[in-house]
T-cell receptor, first 111, second 118 residues
Framework: QKEVEQNSGPLSVPEGAIASLNCTYS??????FFWYRQYSGKSPELIMS????GDKEDGRFTAQLNKASQYVSLLIRDSQPSDSATYLC???????????FGKGTRLHILP | NAGVTQTPKFRILKIGQSMTLQCAQD?????MYWYRQDPGMGLKLIYY???????DKGEVPNGYNVSRSTTEYFPLRLELAAPSQTSVYFC?????????????????FGEGSWLTVV
């Protein structure tokens, strides 16, 4: 089983709707989780981090973590065309303080 | 404050050639990283360093070498380039390791270096 899995997409969401991105991970002891946004041809930028079970909100973004089920998700409310990008899930493997990235999900917001 | 600077931005290499990707940061960060990203894939850690004089292998170190003689510079050396090394390479830096990223620290990425081996 791959360590961090994401649906590669593309995920198409109408403008103004909620986009839901999911990520599962294999290492039960992982404690820290990150969501990065990457526009085509650009470097990744951190948009959310979470380490406690439950929800963490920042503006239109909400990260959700469920350690028992080993998944982390990102919700984007009121989706905008500028949200069209690839979203990378990253998980901290605390055994060696490195992080493992998923392949990313391509999100396309339909105007 | 330039952040993380990578050079070159684009390069075409012939099979068997060698080259060095340069990375410099002016934020006095202890941690530096090299990642590669193949088309449609996530980032794979090649090498990282927790401080000057200290380097360690990541997930995909074969075919690469690094050095960290100073805090500012973390060059990545490709020896005997192969087509499988065609990728986008990202250098990054941070104050501390990933465990502390949650505490308000963040990781800064360079703009990437596009490498094609033919």
């Amino acid at each position: 089983q791959k360590e961090v899995e994401q649906n590669s997409g593309p995920l198409s969401v109408p403008e103004g709707a909620i986009a839901s991105l999911n990520c599962t991970y294999s290492d039960r002891v992982s404690q820290s989780f990150f969501w990065y946004r990457q526009y085509s041809g650009k470097s990744p930028e951190l948009i959310m981090s979470i380490y406690s079970n439950g929800d963490k909100e920042d503006g239109r973004f909400t990260a959700q973590l469920n350690k028992a089920s080993q998944y982390v998700s990102l919700l984007i409310r009121d989706s905008q065309p500028s949200d069209s990008a690839t979203y990378l899930c990253a998980v901290n493997m605390e055994k060696d303080d490195k992080i493992i990235f998923g392949k990313g999900t391509r999100l396309h917001i339909l105007p | 404050n330039a952040g993380v600077t990578q050079t070159p931005k684009f390069r075409i290499l012939k099979i068997g050639q060698s080259m060095t990707l340069q990375c410099a940061q002016d934020m006095n960060h202890n941690y530096m990283y090299w990642y590669r990203q193949d088309p449609g894939m996530g980032l794979k850690l090649i090498y990282y360093s927790v401080g000057a004089g200290i380097t360690d292998k990541g997930e995909v170190p074969n075919g690469y070498n690094v050095s960290r003689s100073t805090t500012e510079y973390f060059p990545l050396r490709l020896e005997l380039a192969a087509p499988s090394q065609t990728s986008v390479y990202f250098c990054a830096s941070s104050w501390t390791g990933w465990t502390d990223i949650l505490k308000g620290n963040t990781i800064y990425f360079g703009e990437g270096s596009w490498l094609t081996v033919v």
